[in-house]
T-cell receptor
Framework: ETGVTQTPRHLVMGMTNKKSLKCEQH?????MYWYKQSAKKPLELMFV???????ENNSVPSRFSPECPNSSHLFLHLHTLQPEDSALYLC??????????????FGPGTRLTVT | QKEVEQNSGPLSVPEGAIASLNCTYS??????FFWYRQYSGKSPELIMS????GDKEDGRFTAQLNKASQYVSLLIRDSQPSDSATYLC??????????FGTGTKLQVIP
């Protein structure tokens, strides 16, 4: 256990559904991240929040909407997704995005399948 | 040119041998370098971090950094079958942006 939890672990949704992914960290970190991992592609950084403020949006389509109510919780709201959005979605946290020693700790991920 | 480049492998080594994993990066101002291990179906797990030129050892793992050559490597001594996984190199470059490589798959043959 890394101190980062994600729910649900598996999600199957249709293209017209709306769902949310949840991430919670118990490490006292100030930065939280959403990544997408597809087969045979590098980890793609989607969003970064540092001290609850969004600091990075890596040209992610608007059908993905992040929310960070506090430094311990991060959500990813999903709506009208496409089949190519099927992937493993990983949440991570680190002490502070601005720190050079920005060691990230990952949650177990949510395996998303869009039908 | 990819920002962080790794050979995808698979790299096959016999049990007990030294596994050598390599990573090159393009951003010359990069300051922080990390190695993550990812077992199949699991999330990445941080195993090593290195910030200055030279070697850093932790148990059977040694990270090596050469900023002049823009090269970072991970050596695994006395490789075990349980080391079989994909190893991801991550680099923090300018503007504190973290970039991951595609990973090298390591297979340790008993």
């Amino acid at each position: 256990e890394t101190g980062v939890t994600q729910t649900p672990r598996h999600l199957v949704m249709g293209m017209t559904n709306k769902k949310s992914l949840k991430c919670e960290q118990h490490l006292g970190h100030n930065a939280m991240y959403w990544y997408k991992q597809s087969a045979k592609k590098p980890l793609e950084l989607m969003f970064v929040y540092n001290f609850k403020e969004q600091t990075e949006n890596n040209s992610v389509p608007s059908r993905f909407s992040p929310e960070c109510p506090n430094s311990s919780h991060l959500f990813l709201h999903l709506h009208t997704l496409q089949p190519e959005d099927s992937a493993l979605y990983l949440c991570a946290s680190s002490q502070d995005q601005g720190s050079l020693r920005d060691e990230q700790y990952f949650g177990p991920g949510t395996r998303l399948t869009v039908t | 040119q990819k920002e962080v480049e790794q050979n995808s492998g698979p790299l096959s080594v016999p049990e007990g041998a030294i596994a050598s994993l390599n990573c090159t990066y393009s951003d010359r101002v990069s300051q922080s370098f990390f190695w993550y291990r990812q077992y199949s179906g699991k999330s990445p797990e941080l195993i090593m971090s290195i910030y200055s030129n030279g070697d850093k050892e932790d148990g059977r793992f040694t990270a090596q950094l050469n900023k002049a050559s823009q090269y970072v490597s991970l050596l695994i001594r006395d490789s075990q079958p349980s080391d079989s996984a994909t190893y991801l190199c991550a680099v923090v470059g300018g503007y504190q942006k973290v970039t991951f490589g595609t990973g090298t798959k390591l297979q340790v043959i008993p």
